[in-house]
């Protein structure tokens, strides 16, 4: 039996002169990972409210969801709350008490579970996560993946069937957001939960999914595994969110299987490619950057902080960035790519002439110089950045 079944799902907003979703025909089977992309206002939130009533938007309906054969608002509310889990967008909306641990334990307490049980489930959740090590800390304290992990966690407490989650990685880093679907990837197989995610990376959700779900103002228009979605999918302004794989196989003439993830991609590429090998070719970057080595901004051992008793932000960072060059710096949250960024953005202003209209501090750290170099339209001479506390 499915565990969730979507029949003909059209539903209106209320005022709006067009569905937002159309005839949505959908049958997730129990241990399935599926994930539903599509452009942005497509219907991908509102379908996935209907996953649980106390989340359903307001409007007109027709069609039927079934939960484990059930029609859905036939379905306790007690039974929907600890059996299907939602984890939001925003780490911050989700979170409702101020201690990590009894953020754990809140959903379990209210749906009256015994102490004992509560403790139990609470610590195995703690190690299933690696939540330990900040387990009495206070919520504030932690960073948007630990967050996201925690909300995770203390949903993860009551057991559910079905984790669905809307785009929980969007006010992640990088990292954080790897990480988190790592997680997300290891509670379906581990545990058996079904997961259905909304997710825009799909460079790293779509070789986990059994199943992806196409969304196009409001209409399904594909169910089918990855690699089906891959190939069908070519042609359409979506393909470009693709991952590498998929778009590398539709680029030479989809022969064989279509890969998914790198190291799929490569023994395909050996497979059918390798006697074709003649070296690298260029990149279009590196194509419109040839011949181009003006460096127009230079940063070099730059030590930056706010206060003069606050720990230092940008540690000993050099840079180069050449005229044409499309430059990107990429990092966790709070490794000073903001503040990196307004001192490129001052640097001709924070200077030693007129350090008074510095706003934080740059030190030495017993290094030769600090310094920061503007070549830019203006070329103007280059400058040192130094603060007070330069030698
Ligand atoms: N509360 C609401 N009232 C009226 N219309 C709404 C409401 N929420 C969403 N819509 C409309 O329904 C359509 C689908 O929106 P939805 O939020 O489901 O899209 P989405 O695919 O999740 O988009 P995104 O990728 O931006 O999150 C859009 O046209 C949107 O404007
Ligand atoms: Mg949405």
Same mark, same amino acid.
């Given at each position: ?22 005839? #949505? =025909? ?5 241990? &399935? ?6 452009? *942005? ?12 009533? /106390?989340?359903?938007? @307001? ?36 979170? #409702? ?7 754990? /334990?809140?959903?379990?307490? =209210?749906?009256? @579970? ?9 610590? &195995? ?7 330990? =090590? ?44 790897? &990480? ?31 199943? #992806? ?16 979605? +891959? ?35 490569? =023994? ?5 490619? &390798? ?42 960072? *050099? ?27 001052? *640097? ?17 750290? +017993? ?22 506390? *330069?030698?």
């Amino acid at each position: 039996m499915a565990l969730f079944e979507i029949r003909n799902l059209t539903f209106t907003y209320p005022e709006a002169k067009t569905p937002a979703l159309q005839e #949505v =025909n959908v049958a997730i089977e129990q241990g &399935e990972f599926i994930v539903i992309c599509g452009k *942005s206002g497509c219907g991908k939130t509102t379908l996935l409210r209907h996953f649980k009533t /106390a989340l359903t938007p @307001y409007g007109t309906r027709s069609g039927e969801i079934r939960f484990l054969g059930d029609a859905l608002e036939q379905v306790s509310v007690r039974t929907q709350a600890s059996e299907i889990g939602y984890v939001l967008q925003s780490p911050d909306n989700q979170i #409702v008490t101020d201690k990590v641990w009894h953020e754990m /334990a809140f959903g379990l307490e =209210n749906l009256g @579970y015994d102490q004992q049980t509560i403790r139990l489930r609470v610590a &195995e959740m703690a190690s299933f996560f690696g939540i330990q =090590n900040w387990f009495a800390k206070n919520v504030e304290e932690l960073s948007g993946g630990q967050k996201q992990l925690l909300n995770l966690a203390s949903v993860m407490a009551m057991q559910p069937k079905v984790l669905v989650l809307d785009e929980p990685t969007s006010q992640l880093d990088p990292i954080a957001a790897s &990480e988190f679907l790592a997680t997300i990837r290891k509670i379906n197989l581990e545990l058996g939960t079904t997961v259905i995610i909304i997710e825009h990376r799909l460079e790293e959700v779509f070789p986990m999914a059994d199943k #992806v779900l196409v969304l196009e103002e409001g209409r399904q228009i594909l169910y089918d595994e990855p690699r089906q979605v +891959g190939k069908a999918l070519a042609g359409n302004d979506l393909f470009l969110a693709m991952p590498s794989p998929v778009q590398i196989y539709d680029g030479t003439g989809q022969v064989g299987t279509c890969p998914l993830t790198v190291c799929e991609g490569r =023994n395909w590429l050996k497979a059918h490619f &390798e006697k074709e090998q003649s070296g690298f070719c260029e990149t279009e970057n590196e194509k419109s950057t040839k011949g181009k080595d003006e460096v127009v901004i230079e940063a070099k051992e730059v030590w930056f902080r706010y206060e003069k008793e606050m720990p230092d932000v940008v540690k000993d960072l *050099s840079l180069q960035v050449k005229k044409g060059e499309l430059f990107c710096m990429l990092g966790g949250n709070g490794t000073g790519k903001s503040t990196t960024l307004s001192l490129i953005r001052n *640097s001709k202003t924070l200077s030693r002439e007129n350090p008074a209209e510095r706003k934080g501090y740059s030190q030495a750290k +017993g290094k030769r110089i600090v310094s920061w170099f503007d070549r830019g339209a203006s070329a103007e001479p280059a400058k040192s950045f130094c603060g007070k506390h *330069s030698p």
